[in-house]
């Protein structure tokens, strides 16, 4: 099966791979325009330049090392944040801003690796709590001078109540994104 080049910015990538993609901007064509993305989290920036395509589109690729790089988290995605620029020598641009979620490179994962979500680590923790196979402790978070801890029994299965319909709309969403479709019924009367 041939490699589809993409018409627009990747919303997900797993590092490691290479991803390719055209952007057309009429007004900022590459024979005059150097198309600029950056891409940034909270340790890193990495810069991907596009070239000409040939058919006035610029072609944009990052390579192996550009998505390693951005690889940096121990969870199931490292949100990025995204500008690109055009520049022709002289000025600059903004032409678009964004998102990029990506997911850990499976091939250089150590073995404690995990691939789970937020959701889903926070949804087993508060299982394991109830169940008893965790302590209640692992339920405290503080940030800055501000602490909460999470100790009643109807606390915890309100808070399992919202991470299982948060986690089972990531299920969903990951159904959809895969072309499986939804798993909900729908029904019409007629």
Not at 35 to 59: A, E, M, R
């Amino acid at each position: 099966m041939a490699y589809t080049i993409g018409t627009t910015e990747p919303t997900e990538i797993r590092g490691g791979d290479v991803v390719k993609w055209t952007k057309s901007l009429g007004d900022y064509l590459p024979a005059t325009w150097t198309l600029i993305y950056t891409f940034l989290d909270t340790d890193n920036q990495v810069k991907v330049t596009g070239s000409d395509n040939g058919d006035g589109t610029h072609l944009v690729e990052m390579t192996i090392a550009n998505t390693q790089a951005l690889d940096t988290s121990s969870g199931a995605y490292n949100t990025v944040r995204w500008s690109a620029q055009v520049n022709d020598g002289t000025d600059y641009h903004t032409v678009g801003t964004g998102t990029l979620k990506v997911k850990p490179d499976l091939v250089a994962a150590t073995s404690g690796f995990d691939d789970r979500s937020h959701v889903k680590k926070v949804l087993d923790l508060i299982e394991a709590v109830i169940e008893g196979s965790a302590e209640r402790s692992y339920l405290a978070d503080s940030v800055g001078d501000r602490s909460v801890q999470y100790k009643t029994d109807e606390e915890l299965i309100v808070m399992r109540s919202q991470y299982k319909r948060w986690y089972e709309k990531e299920l969903q969403e990951e159904r959809i994104a895969q072309g499986l479709g939804g798993n909900k019924t729908v029904r019409v009367r007629f």
